[in-house]
């Protein structure tokens, strides 16, 4: 019997999914978890890599390609809690999954994450400086969100399914709990990649800041996990190792809130613009 499902909307992924896939059954016994790919509006082998890879999990094909219309298929198909929201180009071992379920299946934890590892090899120097300054953000480090992955109590899951869609859907999991009521699990790691070119990242970020500014304007997001002034200039004080790097963060920001305006003024929130950088 399965001790937990996992959620995998997966896009155009053929290139990770398969390595993700076997990377989330290590360290498990053949039924601890229901996997569920859903692969939405793919044009490639996608759905094919993914039960090579895993012939255990059930792969969904949609032709709407939405990640949070893949989402609720996934939902749907499943009845298993505590339940593993995974992005398909995220590397999260088994037996780390099964560490995230721990806080709540032991304690009152109703959200967790794991610790992100954001690989620099291969990044250019304006980019692993991007990260070094992101990373040591107060909110980044306590957060659930940019992680790739979030694990939903039964009770969780249905706070969360009462929120409005919306394009960071991370963010609005992670500032649905107090801090009491998530937890970030320093034993389970996930391996995030980065972009490895400026202009990647940009992109990324563009989408990321679209997505910010619709969760305020939707009332979802927490003052808490927006990245301030006062947080830099704090940040700068307790960690002057990073001033240097501080002016290329604060040009990426700009440059993806810039970026995010034309979607803002249509109020497109479904365009997803993705770095292809990290997947090669």
Same mark, same amino acid.
């Given at each position: 019997?399965?001790?937990?499902?996992?959620? *995998?909307?997966?896009?155009?992924?053929?290139?990770?999914?398969? =390595?993700?896939?076997?990377?989330?059954?290590?360290?498990? =016994?053949?039924?601890?978890?229901? /996997? %569920?790919?859903?692969?939405?509006?793919?044009?490639?082998?996608?759905?094919?890599?993914?039960?090579?890879?895993?012939?255990?999990?059930?792969?969904?094909?949609?032709?709407?390609?939405?990640?949070?219309?893949?989402?609720?298929?996934?939902?749907?198909?499943?009845? /298993?809690?505590?339940? *593993?929201?995974?992005?398909?180009? *995220?590397? $999260?071992?088994? &037996?780390?999954?099964?560490?995230? @379920?721990?806080?709540?299946? #032991?304690?009152? /934890? @109703?959200?967790?994450?794991? =610790?992100?590892?954001?690989?620099?090899?291969?990044?250019?120097?304006?980019?692993?400086?991007?990260?070094?300054?992101?990373?040591?953000?107060?909110?980044?480090?306590?957060?659930?969100?940019?992680?790739?992955?979030?694990?939903?109590?039964?009770?969780?899951?249905?706070?969360?399914?009462?929120?409005?869609?919306?394009?960071?859907?991370?963010?609005?999991?992670?500032?649905?709990?107090?801090?009491?009521?998530?937890?970030?699990?320093?034993?389970?790691?996930?391996?995030?990649?980065?972009? #490895?070119?400026?202009?990647? $990242? %940009?992109?990324?970020?563009?989408? *990321?800041?679209?997505?910010?500014?619709?969760?305020?304007?939707?009332?979802?997001?927490?003052?808490?996990?927006?990245?301030?002034?006062?947080?830099?200039?704090?940040?700068?004080?307790?960690?002057?190792? @990073?001033?240097?790097?501080?002016?290329?963060?604060? &040009?990426?920001? %700009?440059?993806?809130? $810039?970026?995010?305006?034309?979607?803002?003024?249509?109020?497109?929130?479904?365009?997803?613009?993705?770095?292809?950088?990290?997947?090669?």
């Amino acid at each position: 019997m399965a001790v937990a499902s996992v959620i *995998i909307p997966a896009h155009n992924e053929a290139a990770t999914i398969g =390595r993700n896939l076997r990377a989330l059954r290590e360290g498990t =016994r053949s039924d601890d978890l229901d /996997v %569920v790919v859903v692969c939405n509006g793919c044009t490639d082998r996608t759905a094919e890599v993914a039960r090579q890879a895993d012939p255990l999990a059930r792969v969904i094909e949609i032709e709407q390609p939405s990640k949070v219309e893949a989402v609720r298929v996934g939902n749907a198909a499943t009845d /298993v809690f505590p339940r *593993i929201h995974l992005d398909a180009d *995220i590397e $999260l071992s088994g &037996a780390h999954a099964l560490e995230l @379920l721990e806080p709540i299946t #032991r304690e009152r /934890v @109703l959200a967790t994450a794991p =610790r992100r590892d954001v690989p620099r090899t291969g990044c250019s120097r304006w980019v692993r400086w991007y990260y070094d300054v992101w990373e040591s953000l107060p909110q980044v480090e306590a957060g659930l969100f940019g992680r790739g992955v979030v694990v939903l109590s039964e009770e969780a899951q249905s706070r969360v399914t009462a929120l409005p869609r919306m394009m960071s859907d991370d963010l609005g999991m992670s500032d649905s709990f107090s801090g009491e009521e998530r937890r970030v699990v320093p034993g389970a790691v996930a391996v995030v990649h980065p972009p #490895r070119t400026v202009r990647d $990242l %940009v992109r990324r970020r563009v989408r *990321i800041a679209t997505g910010n500014a619709q969760a305020g304007q939707l009332g979802v997001r927490r003052e808490s996990s927006r990245t301030s002034v006062r947080t830099l200039l704090g940040l700068a004080v307790s960690r002057p190792g @990073l001033a240097l790097r501080l002016p290329v963060f604060v &040009a990426v920001h %700009v440059a993806a809130r $810039l970026g995010a305006r034309r979607a803002l003024r249509s109020g497109d929130f479904t365009t997803w613009q993705r770095d292809e950088s990290s997947r090669s």
